[in-house]
C-alpha cells in the first residue's frame, strides 16, 4: 500500500514538474509581457516615455505581429528604440522589420540600432537593409545620433553596435583610447553635449567591458542581445549572455556601473538555432525617463 501510495506521488511530480516546463516553453514563446521601468538621469525636470523591443529574431505574434502591435499603441509613447536583431542574419528578407516599422510609424517616432544579425544580414543576403529599414519609417542609427527634443527635454539619441573599447577579460588591460577611429570620433563627439544622452547599444558588451563604463559621459545605455539568459532557472536567473559567459551579470533589467545606467531587455524572441527561451516571457519594455 505504502509502495502505491509513493508511486502515485513521485507519478503526480513528474506530470507537474513535465506541465510546468511545458508551459514554461509554451509562454516563452507566445506570452507576450509589459514590464514597466523608471529611470531616473538627473535633476532637470520632465519625463519622457520609451518603448524598447529587441531580438524578435522574425517572430511574429499573431499575423503581420498584430498581437505586439496593438500592446504597443496601447501605450502613449514619445519614441519607439528597435534595439537590433529583430530579424536573422539568414533571413531570406526583412519582411518582417520592415513590416513592423509600417504599422507602427504613426504611433511614435522610430529609432532603429543594428544588431549582430543585421550585420550579418548585411554581407550575407542584402546589403540594402537600412535603405529598407529607412523607407519603411524608421531612422537607422549607427554611429551616428541625432539631436531631438521631447515634451520639452533636448535629447541626444545615438546608435553603436562597436564595442566603445575591445575587452580584455584575461589581462585586465586598459583599452582606452584603443577603440577604431571613427568609434572614438562618434563617442566624443556623443558626449559633449548638456542633452539627455542615450545609446542604444544592442549588446551591453559594448559598455561593459573595458573601462568603457568609466570613461563616456552618457546618462543611459539602452541594450538586449542576451534573450534575458535565455534559459532562466528559478533562484539563479539567466543562465548564459553571449560573451559574458555564463550566469552572467547584465542581461534583464536596469543597472547602474561607472559613469552611466544600462537598461537590457531580455527582448522577444530567439535565433531558431539557439536553445529554447525558458522561464522568460517576450517583454515588451516601457522606460519611463525622468530628468
Known amino acids: 500500500m505504502r509502495k502505491k501510495r509513493v508511486l502515485k506521488i513521485v507519478g503526480l511530480a513528474a506530470f507537474l514538474a513535465i506541465a510546468y516546463i511545458l508551459g514554461s516553453l509554451w509562454a516563452s514563446v507566445n506570452f507576450l509581457v ?31 505581429n498584430e498581437k505586439l502591435v496593438e500592446k504597443i499603441r496601447e501605450r502613449e509613447l514619445d519614441l519607439i528604440l528597435m534595439d537590433g536583431n529583430l ?52 531612422v537607422v542609427l549607427d ?59 544592442h549588446r551591453p558588451d559594448s559598455f561593459i567591458f573595458g573601462d568603457a563604463s568609466e570613461v563616456w559621459d552618457i546618462d543611459l545605455v539602452v541594450s538586449a542581445h542576451d534573450h534575458g539568459g535565455q534559459v532562466v532557472l528559478p533562484f539563479l536567473g539567466g543562465v548564459y549572455g553571449g560573451d559574458q559567459g555564463w550566469f552572467p551579470e547584465y542581461i534583464h533589467g536596469l543597472y547602474r556601473k561607472g559613469n552611466l545606467q544600462l537598461f537590457v531587455t531580455s527582448g522577444l524572441g530567439t535565433n531558431r538555432e539557439a536553445a529554447p527561451r525558458f522561464n522568460n516571457p517576450p517583454e515588451i519594455a516601457v522606460l519611463r525617463i525622468e530628468r
Open 87 to 138: 530579424l536573422n542574419g539568414n533571413s531570406p528578407s526583412a519582411e518582417v522589420p520592415v513590416t513592423l516599422i509600417g504599422q507602427l510609424k504613426d504611433t511614435a517616432p522610430i529609432y532603429y540600432a543594428l544588431g549582430n544579425h543585421e550585420i550579418s544580414y548585411m554581407e550575407q543576403v542584402d546589403g540594402s537593409l537600412i535603405e529598407e529599414l529607412t523607407a519603411a519609417g524608421a
Open 34 to 64: 509589459v514590464r514597466e521601468y523608471d529611470v531616473q538621469t538627473g535633476d532637470g525636470g520632465g519625463a519622457l516615455t520609451a518603448v524598447v523591443i529587441g531580438d524578435l529574431h522574425d517572430h511574429e505574434f499573431g499575423e503581420d
Open 143 to 201: 554611429k551616428e545620433y541625432v539631436d531631438i527634443e521631447i515634451e520639452g527635454i533636448p535629447v541626444r539619441l545615438g546608435g553603436l553596435y562597436d564595442y566603445a573599447f575591445g575587452p580584455d577579460r584575461k589581462t585586465g588591460e586598459n583599452k582606452a583610447m584603443s577603440a577604431p577611429a571613427d568609434t572614438l570620433t562618434f563617442l566624443q563627439e556623443f558626449q559633449d553635449t548638456d542633452r539627455l544622452k542615450i545609446m542604444m547599444s
